[in-house]
């Protein structure tokens, strides 16, 4: 079964006419700003779908046989019509001639108008050949600093899960690094792991720890992110005062003469740099209402309060909670203070 197409059925047409176009060596400025607009609703993480459908459609491929000339009918290449409408630009991210997609790059400059071309960017410094990861590192350089925080916000899903996937970048990952760590783009991403009821806000939250523009935005998502998993995060977080994410995986050695190991995951980790009162924050996490997050707060209790007073005091009115896990964590910390 054929999968469903991600583009807009407007933008199809406009795709299939600028191909015809093309083929003919017809300028297609006039289908441009459709195919633009058509592109930006498509979401960021169809961009892997749609960069296999858009040349598909376009006809932005290779080795397309070139317009022959006339004296009275000039044709255009398709390096020609970029050369005449930058706009076409946005197509060519996606052509499979790499000289266009690097030329492409180099046109392309401003805030990047959506989700979907912002995250188009963000692949191509992924992409299989070498100039055209340079020239989207230049393009990034330009255009992410201009780019919206909604904008990079909206695409977040997409480039920070995928990216430890990618692998023929190497220093080009800083633009989005640094992109990502900026601090309107995490305040954004913060209202939307606050207010999101759903989707993979945890797993957003731990790529989100690598920047200490995070920390101050730590108590807020502690107390009233919407998700449990995602307050269950922070709340990790705070009570042990240190941001750990994981950056890939390592051999755990079993009989390393005899070549047996396991694969565990491997963490880099960082103190807050914002000062936060733990114990109120580990107060308000046993009164949650999600067991989960009052068994993380008891969880950290045990690696960090535990005999203190105060750690008793937050575990007394647990004793007979309705979470069994919760329970045993209570007990146990009940049973190591006087």
Not at 9 to 32: N, S, Y
Not at 57 to 64: K, M, T
Not at 241 to 257: F, N, V
Not at 267 to 280: K, N, Q, Y
């Amino acid at each position: 079964m054929a999968k469903k197409s991600v583009l807009p059925a407007d933008l199809a047409q406009a795709l299939a006419t600028i191909g015809q176009k093309l083929a003919r060596g017809v300028r297609v400025d006039g289908q441009l700003l459709s195919a633009i607009s058509g592109m930006s609703e498509i979401p960021a993480d169809a961009v892997g779908q749609a960069a296999r459908e858009i040349p598909e459609i376009a006809n932005l491929f290779r080795d397309r046989r070139r317009p022959v000339r006339s004296l009275f009918w000039p044709r255009l290449s398709d390096e020609e019509q970029l050369q005449r409408f930058p706009e076409f630009a946005y197509l060519c991210l996606f052509h499979h001639d790499g000289r266009l997609r690097s030329k492409a790059l180099q046109l392309t400059s401003g805030p990047l108008p959506s989700p979907f071309l912002f995250a188009s960017v963000v692949v191509r410094l992924n992409d299989w050949a070498e100039p055209v990861r340079s020239a989207a590192l230049a393009c990034a350089q330009r255009c992410f600093p201009l780019t919206s925080p909604e904008t990079i916000a909206a695409a977040a899903n997409f480039v920070l899960l995928r990216q430890d996937s990618w692998g023929r970048w190497g220093t080009e990952r800083e633009a989005v690094r640094t992109v990502f760590s900026r601090p309107d783009v995490v305040a954004k991403l913060v209202e939307n792991l606050r207010e999101a009821r759903t989707g993979p806000g945890s797993r957003i939250l731990r790529e989100l720890l690598r920047w200490p523009t995070l920390d101050p935005h730590l108590e807020t998502l502690a107390l009233n992110a919407w998700q449990p998993a995602v307050r269950a995060v922070a709340v990790q977080t705070i009570g042990a005062m240190q941001a750990s994410w994981r950056t890939g995986s390592e051999i755990q050695w079993i009989d390393k003469s005899m070549g047996e190991g396991r694969s565990v995951p491997k963490f880099e980790r960082r103190p807050l740099t914002t000062a936060i009162s733990r114990l109120d924050v580990m107060g308000a996490a046993t009164r949650d209402g999600s067991a989960l997050v009052r068994k993380v707060a008891l969880d950290s209790i045990i690696r960090h309060e535990l005999g203190s007073q105060a750690g008793r005091d937050l575990a007394l009115h647990l004793a007979n909670d309705a979470s069994l896990p919760v329970r045993e964590r209570a007990a146990f910390i009940l049973s190591r203070t006087a």
